[in-house]
Nanobody
Framework: QVQLVESGGGLLQAGGSLRLSCTNSGGAYSNYAMGWFRQAPGKEREFVAAISGGGGRTTYADAVKGRFSISRDNAKNTVSLQMNSLKPEDTAVYYC???????????????WGQGTQVTVSS
């Protein structure tokens, strides 16, 4: 059973950097595409970034391209999201997600973590 646990959220000023991590404690980790979503107050959850099971394919939302970078370490069952040049509009709860199908990781992944809060002040 896939179980996702995020860590690394926090409060910081605009322009700063933060690294989120997500650990998968169940399942054949390298078989899963992994992704990050976020949900700001009063808004719908939106896709942020995704990476394929082997790590060779990545995709990003336009809003974070050039600022965020997703990576994974299959030996440690972790996926990370490096966030640079953070803006107040990046404030949201960030969720880790997993799915065995690449086609679904950016839309409706099957597995979700509990979320971690990122707050960027101006």
């Amino acid at each position: 059973q896939v179980q996702l646990v995020e860590s690394g959220g926090g409060l910081l000023q605009a322009g700063g950097s933060l690294r989120l991590s997500c650990t998968n404690s169940g399942g054949a980790y390298s078989n899963y595409a992994m992704g990050w979503f976020r949900q700001a107050p009063g808004k719908e959850r939106e896709f942020v970034a995704a990476i394929s099971g082997g790590g060779g394919r990545t995709t990003y939302a336009d809003a974070v391209k050039g600022r965020f970078s997703i990576s994974r370490d299959n030996a440690k069952n972790t996926v990370s999201l490096q966030m640079n040049s953070l803006k107040p509009e990046d404030t949201a709860v960030y969720y880790c997600a997993a799915d065995g199908r690449w086609g679904l990781i950016t839309t409706t992944p099957n597995y979700w973590g509990q979320g971690t809060q990122v707050t960027v002040s101006s």
